[in-house]
T-cell receptor
Framework: SQQGEEDPQALSIQEGENATMNCSYKTSINNLQWYRQNSGRGLVHLILIRSNEREKHSGRLRVTLDTSKKSSSLLITASRAADTASYFC??????????FGEGTQLTVNP | EPEVTQTPSHQVTQMGQEVILRCVPISNHLYFYWYRQILGQKVEFLVSFYNNEISEKSEIFDDQFSVERPDGSNFTLKIRSTKLEDSAMYFCAGRRQGDGNQPQHFGDGTRLSIL
């Protein structure tokens, strides 16, 4: 498998439910970032977690990082229809390039 | 809220032609990047640029590609002789100075279609 793989590939939930997306990676990282992409649009930065951090919150978003398992999760609480988008994790290393995963397509049904 | 802006939003070009994609990064950003996303695939790193020179490039970024920041404002990606497989969304990104733990901010992209 490749650096920055998300699962599930697709997730469909009802408005108000929580959505959890997972990301796994292979190499050492400086940070891990989560991005959102609406169809045909650019990537919107959501949250960055450093390699020495274990958990971070931003509004309805909660990100965890387990460097021993080389994995991260993004939790969106109390989801809304407007949260429908693709979500990508991206790992940052010392070279500063980002390596993206395949993404999770989240659909929140009203 | 400052934004990264990219022009054009959509570029249609004949195979073999040169194309220049333009980006205006956020003014206090010092590191600049180009990524591409082929339809249905993941976002791929092309090149990073700092202090008026390339700092890192991927295997995709071959001799057909070049970048420059000619006037301290615009950041451009040139593809000299386009191929069909160059069709993709091209994203510009930038970040501030620091230890590398700053987010990269992306533009909305240029959809490049090669005919």
């Amino acid at each position: 498998s490749q650096q920055g793989e998300e699962d599930p590939q697709a997730l469909s939930i009802q408005e108000g439910e929580n959505a959890t997306m997972n990301c796994s990676y292979k190499t050492s990282i400086n940070n891990l970032q989560w991005y959102r992409q609406n169809s045909g649009r650019g990537l919107v930065h959501l949250i960055l977690i450093r390699s020495n951090e274990r958990e971070k919150h931003s509004g309805r978003l909660r990100v965890t990082l387990d460097t021993s398992k080389k994995s991260s999760s993004l939790l969106i609480t109390a989801s809304r229809a407007a949260d429908t988008a693709s979500y990508f994790c991206a790992t940052g290393t010392s070279g500063s390039r980002l390596t993206f995963g395949e993404g999770t397509q989240l659909t929140v049904n009203p | 809220e400052p934004e990264v802006t990219q022009t054009p939003s959509h570029q249609v070009t004949q195979m073999g032609q040169e194309v220049i994609l333009r980006c205006v990064p956020i003014s206090n950003h010092l590191y600049f990047y180009w990524y591409r996303q082929i339809l249905g695939q993941k976002v791929e790193f092309l090149v990073s640029f700092y202090n008026n020179e390339i700092s890192e490039k991927s295997e995709i970024f071959d001799d057909q590609f070049s970048v420059e920041r000619p006037d301290g404002s615009n950041f451009t990606l040139k593809i000299r002789s386009t191929k069909l497989e160059d069709s993709a969304m091209y994203f510009c990104a930038g970040r501030r100075q620091g230890d590398g733990n700053q987010p990269q901010h992306f533009g909305d992209g240029t959809r490049l279609s090669i005919l």
